[in-house]
């Protein structure tokens, strides 16, 4: 697994002139956007976690770049080369590595060949590009690296020329550092390739750097102005339409989830096959409980994976979480809650259920003096009701319960990864999400989130069940790094790539953008004069229950029909009581997405 990047940009990018002088050479645009962005976008969508960038000329040009980046400056730029910018971030590179030149363009393709590739050191080649600044490579029968130059005549049998991205082992990165320290004499400006071909060729401890080869890539390196024509007109428009041909047909849903996800978070999924019992897999699990932990609040707090959908993870809580002689009381106000309920009965516990409206806001003093009353042990609740879009006021009461010794349980299913949660300060003991919602993952994973000391606990507890035991679950996670049972691996793999980039995006931002969403909805709804189920301040602004048209002409039907036709997905109420509409705002869609959305329904409303 591949989880950082390193970028040597410390060049001075002479050969650009004026455009140059006070710039890096990374900074120049095509398609109105600076290459090293895209190759920053790039990389995040391949799975790279963090991108180390090399730093020497106009180093603070660098620090408006976002994402997980670390800038590292190389102060002696001005006299070494790309190999001493490349020193100055080794300390700092972890793990398996890509590593890039800063000013280049090239076709991502690229970036998946090389993280697929069985040999751990290995540099991309092309064929041909003419571009009169080829680095060539000389490579041995097995195609390990034997020799760089810029100098055709230096070069016996040719097998491709240097694009300037490569995959290294820290081991590869220290050899070529070594180099460089023995050479710093001699060679005092060292680019990267001379260390990288001399590694690759040197008898003892060799580490042989396997030339992979791309004939037809799509790639250009800009270091003058008639390569920075050349990549414009004649690479790349071929590079976006090569990366376009790999899109997935875009369905914007709007039903409660499984939300829509990125393409990355899709091509996630494709990997080579793995055996979850391999302790690389055991990390990508690890990291990914350890990642979800720090959406959940700064406590300590312990996440345990299941395959399964967010049902599964209510039904782990409600079946684990209780003692013998525990007394739960379940909030119902929606089909979520009704659903804990179900399962408390399944499982036979000793448990009731204070039922309220599913549409007007929980009369929060009443709760609190049942809880109190009943001499409860277990208290659960939703936080969002996505029947209807209601949001539960959970954080107050589960902290008054808190402060009452009383154990609490919150499905938080499509809350999580939306509304900011931090377990301590809201009073959460137990927390359910899964990997569908918010998260903008695949389904298939159900998380509880547990405070630590409460589930110390459970280990005392009755066995209820064995596939959704909670202790037994974590217990033997800790131990082995392994789940119980057979994973779902390439909906955890798909669910890395969403948490990398949930991070990148903040819950807060997150949230932001589906409020931005929802406030278009609203927007509409209201000038249509159609009515919302929920009052608009009880609303949680990822789910919308509209009350249908009084009309004779209205179908649902007939609205989603013509919403999937122009690929959006809605879903009709869940309430008998009232006949409702919903639209969910939540997923990788934006708010352009929604305004086509509204012109749809506004069109639809107008023929009734
Ligand atoms: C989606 C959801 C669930 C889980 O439903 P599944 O169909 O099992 O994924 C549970 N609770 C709430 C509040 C939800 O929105």
Known sequence: MIRQAVIMAGGLGSRLKERTVSMPKGFIEIGGVPIIKQSIKKLISTGVEEIIIGTGHCADWFERLEGNIRLVHNARYAETGSMGTLACCAPFVKGDFLLL?????YDAAGLRVLVNERHKNAALASGPTNSGDEVYLEADADGFLLRQSKNRADICALAGELVGISRLTPAALEAMVSYLDAHSADMPNMEYEAALAAVSLRTENRMPVF??????????EIDCEAHLVAAQESVYPYIQEA???????????????????????????????????????????DWISTELSLFAGKGRIETALFGGSGTAADEVMISSCIPENGKLLIIDNG??????????SAYGLNFDVYKSSSFLPLDVDRVKQTALDGMYTHFAIVYHETTTGLLNPAPELCRFCHEHGITTIVDAVSAFAAIPIDMDRDGFDFMASTSNKNIQGMAGVAFVFCRKDALEKLKTYPMRNYYLNLW????????????????????????????????????????????????????????LNLNMLVPEEAQSRLITAIIEPDSPKYRFDDLHDRARDAGFTIYPGKLSAAATFRIANIGDIRPEEMSGFTLLLE???RTL
Not at 101 to 105: A, F, K, N, R
């Open 101 to 105: 030149e800063s000013d280049l363009i």
């Open 211 to 220: 030339v992979r080869k791309i004939e037809r890539y799509l790639w250009r």
């Open 243 to 285: 990366e376009s041909l790999l899109s997935v047909r875009r369905e914007t849903l709007l039903n409660p989830g499984p939300a829509t996800t990125a393409d990355s978070v899709k091509y996630a999924q494709v990997c080579a096959d793995i055996c979850p019992r391999e302790a690389e897999f055991g990390d990508v699990m």
């Open 335 to 344: 089909s979520y809650g009704e659903r804990f309920a179900k399962i408390a």
């Open 472 to 527: 037994d679950q974590y217990a033997y996670f800790k131990k082995a790094r392994q789940m119980r049972f057979t994973p779902p691996v390439q909906t955890l793999y798909a669910l890395r790539q969403a948490i990398i980039e949930a991070k990148l995006e903040t819950i807060a931002g997150r949230y932001a953008r589906y409020s931005a969403c929802w406030e278009i909805l609203v927007h509409t709804i209201k000038r």
């Open 603 to 605: 069109r639809y409303i």
